[in-house]
């Protein structure tokens, strides 16, 4: 698998010699192939406990109500402290937590280990950020943010289904020590990259209390106050994950209760989903175009593509039909989410890369909380296509709205 990964890296000019980013893409890709195994084993096993779609849910809904609670601390200690000592600690627990789930198959007890996971994810997402920017210029993040999604949906084509076949024969015993060993795997190659101490990392320990960490905190916001293109890129993520999480949670009920899918076919259908990063990935790298090109044209057209497929779901039962919808709604959603990630990493001083991560997460969980209260509002009065037609509407109008309203001469000044 190390020569498959040096392989696709090999590809990309100025990155085909850089063993730390071959090292780090590895470590991701080897908890992304666990992750795909923990997600279809614990869905599988709220929706045996409960009968109930909408509960195997309940991680799209905990996670970013969590997100706002922790996102930005996580961020201002992703500022302050060594962002490897933070991915490795972060890796070894989860390992441990995931081993848990054997153990723990009351309803009860799952949530629990989720929301732990969830609050795990978000401190992990400040230093994963920053160390990419770490190892990698900013010539070449556009690049890596690429070959890093690219991976995963490539992990996500072939995981997600291997696991619905293994939990169908054995149980999902198998796919929580998967993804507990993915995890140890990733911290043991995190451990042996060999890069450079940043000046800010040793100049920056600051002793932790409330007003340094709330002054820290209010410094971050005012940076990214006054800088355009963050401003921007945050609230075009916000529409996005208000809208995003909305389809996601409708898809849950949509696609366990209305279209009945076994576990088999829930996994063909999350294997096509996240395995469409794999198609984002050489489109991104296609063409690195001006900020303003972005701005102006690939992320209106792309918003108004993902309206177009979320007006189409709902109106067709046809399993193979709707395979195809979800194959280009994940292709459009994680392009968009490469440019506007790539953007937040470029346009941030790596003092404060931390926490405009941190920032950007709180606000864009801000939209997915709004999002779960419509989607449980409107589900309880209808259905979900309901919820597919309001983020249509929603996200086809904001993309007129973008389009209409982009200040180039601001953008080209940046």
Not at 203 to 220: A, H, P, Q, R
Not at 248 to 257: D, G, H, M
Not at 290 to 318: A, D, H, N, Q, R
């Amino acid at each position: 698998m190390f020569d498959y990964m040096n392989s696709i890296v090999h590809t990309e000019q100025n990155l085909h010699n850089d063993e730390k980013f071959v090292l780090f893409l590895f470590s991701q890709g080897v908890s992304s192939f666990g992750d795909a195994f923990q997600f279809i084993a614990a869905t599988s096993l709220i929706v045996n406990i409960t009968g109930s779609g909408f509960s195997a849910a309940f991680g799209l809904i905990c996670s970013p109500i969590l997100s706002i609670l922790f996102s930005a601390l996580a961020g201002y200690i992703s500022d302050n402290k060594k962002d490897k000592t933070l991915l490795v600690l972060i890796d070894l627990i989860r390992g441990l937590i995931v081993l848990i789930f054997i153990y723990k198959h009351t309803i009860s007890e799952i949530y629990s280990l989720i929301i732990v996971l969830s609050i795990l994810d978000i401190f992990y997402n400040p230093p994963k950020r920053k160390f990419t920017t770490r190892i990698l210029k900013n010539s070449q993040l556009m690049k890596g943010n690429s070959l890093l999604t690219g991976l995963t949906g490539g992990v996500y084509i072939v995981a997600p289904i291997l696991a619905g076949i293994l939990i169908n024969n054995y149980g999902t015993d198998i796919a929580f020590f998967i993804n507990s060993i993915s995890f140890f795997i990733s911290a043991f190659c995190i451990i042996i990259i060999k890069c450079k101490i940043n000046k800010h990392d040793v100049t920056s320990k600051i002793k932790m209390s409330f007003k340094n960490t709330t002054d820290s905190l209010f410094e971050g916001i005012a940076y990214c106050l006054n800088t355009y293109t963050l401003r921007k890129t945050i609230f075009i993520g916000t529409v996005i994950c208000f809208a995003t999480t909305s389809v996601n949670i409708a898809f849950y009920p949509f696609a366990f209760n209305t279209l009945k899918v076994s576990n088999k076919i829930w996994g063909i259908m999350m294997s096509i989903f996240y395995g469409a990063n794999l198609l984002a990935m050489p489109i991104s790298l296609v063409g690195c175009f001006k900020i303003k090109t972005y701005y102006k044209i690939i992320i209106p057209l792309s918003l108004m593509g993902i309206s177009v497929i979320w007006f189409s779901y709902g109106s067709t039962s046809e399993i193979s039909l709707i395979l195809f919808l979800q194959l280009l709604e994940g292709t459009i959603l994680s392009y968009l989410s490469i440019i506007l990630l790539s953007q937040i990493q470029i346009k941030s001083k790596n003092d404060f890369l931390g926490r405009i991560v941190g920032i950007n997460d709180f606000i864009n969980n801000l939209g997915k909380v709004l999002g779960i209260g419509c989607t449980y509002t409107l589900l309880r009065m209808t259905s979900s296509y309901a919820v597919f037609l309001l983020c249509a509407i929603i996200t086809s109008a904001y993309a007129v709205y973008t389009f209409m309203s982009t200040k180039i001469h601001r953008l080209e000044e940046l």
